[in-house]
């Protein structure tokens, strides 16, 4: 039952239109900036923190914990469903969302950031016939949103909803959006002044939207570009999902004084206006497909790892409207929008990059990590971990974690040496991205969530 609402009062707000239900929409919604400042203790409002890049500035997680009492678990508390997207943290609570196993009932929780105790445990809809899921995917991938004392979740086309942050109760709810996920849903929304941006990368539709977080409305839509006709690979035409979808969250960045959405769709990556999502370049891998990540940027480039069979990270330099590369021509440059470096040696598919003081790191998702100088591509360190990988890399304090599908957690410092600090056991295997806030870390594993600190 959710906090504050009678059983009739939820019934009424779930029965009503699906189409837009727009109950309560005032105020003035505030998106997280690009670059803005963040202060030490800040909460993680958003997939991978407050500025989409995995980096918790001025927190100080634990270097080691373990199951037990006294060994660093302020605590654990059990989460019914199977979900694997991460849990965000903000006004004092930890959100997040979660399915049964077929994705026939979508579900949000919320619990008291400082006891685990669940304030919020309500399904939002069924969903009497839900698309296909892969096995190494669930019906609750993407990761919420919060700000300004809501929460906006998605479970991609059966549905997506604005909540209040302290009694969960709706706002506005979209169940409109058409798009066959082919292997389940994985796209998170992002929040940048007062709009929501989501992928829709299926099988049979490929498009990028723009909500008004206030009230749902579409303020623009717009289709790939990249032509899906084309041959694959293996001469092929591309008539098969697995090359059409992707399930990668956009990002917002400015870079060369232009604020740019970054968007990964299926063989190819692009730039958009975020005003009115006019496409300003496109850089086209058509080797690779199913880019599962969000985009890092640093030093005027733009990381990408770009997805499964023949996958490559690539070091992009935006460029001018209407320019379009080849990320496999011979010739890297076109314009102003160029290749700078481009490695195929243990490219991760679903764990997103970590970009910091002019280094790059990422994992594998068979566990091998890799350091690289971020201007030139030269690797610094290339060391098994060990494990399996799905979710993302997350930094504290000059330390990088990696968590891995079978729960163990390997610490390491970041820097252009490799230096393994702990190992940690802990819970059934991660497969959503760790959150940091504070100095705790928000573990969820495939049957709960743990506070660690």
Known sequence: ?????????????????????????????????????????????????PQGDGVARGSRP??????????????????????????????????L????EKGTELWVMALDAAT???????????????????AFNSGASPTPVMSDGKVWVTFGSPGTACLDAVTG????????????????????????????????????????????????????????????K????????DSEGDWRKAFATCHVAEIDGRVQLLSQGAKAFYGYDPEDGRELWRVEERTSHSGGTRPVVG???????????????????PGRAGEVLDANGAETRNGALAIAWKSKRNVPKKPALLFMDGLLYGIDDNGVATCWEAATGKVFWNERVGGNYSASPVSADGRIYFCSEEGKTTVVAAGREYRKLAENQLGDGFMASPAIAGNALYLRSKSGLYRVE
């Open 97 to 100: 969302t979660t399915a049964t």
């Open 116 to 134: 685990g105790k669940v304030l919020v445990d309500r399904k939002l809809w069924d969903v009497p016939k839900p698309q296909f899921i892969h």
């Open 299 to 317: 030093g005027g480039l733009v990381f990408v790892p770009t997805g499964w069979s023949q996958g490559q990270v690539l070091a992009v330099k």
């Open 230 to 237: 084309d041959l694959g690979p293996d001469g092929k035409p």
């Open 62 to 95: 634990p270097l080691q914990w373990g199951e037990g009492d006294g060994k660093g678990v302020r605590w654990h508390a059990p989460v019914h469903g199977r979900g694997w997207g991460s849990p965000v943290v903000g006004g004092g609570r930890v959100w």
């Open 1 to 49: 039952m959710t906090a504050g609402l009678s059983a009739a009062a939820l019934d009424r707000i779930t029965t009503m239109n699906p189409r837009i239900v727009a109950l309560a929409a005032a105020g003035v919604l505030l998106g997280w900036p690009v670059a803005s400042p963040v202060r030490a203790g800040e909460d993680w409002p958003q997939f991978r923190g």
């Open 169 to 228: 109760r709706t706002l506005w709810e979209r169940r409109d959006f058409e798009c066959n996920h082919y292997r389940g849903a994985g796209s998170s929304p992002i929040l940048h002044q007062g709009r929501l941006y989501l992928n829709f990368d299926g099988s049979d539709q490929q498009y990028v939207v723009a909500l008004d977080a206030a009230t749902g409305r579409t303020v623009w839509k717009v289709g790939r570009s990249i032509d899906y």
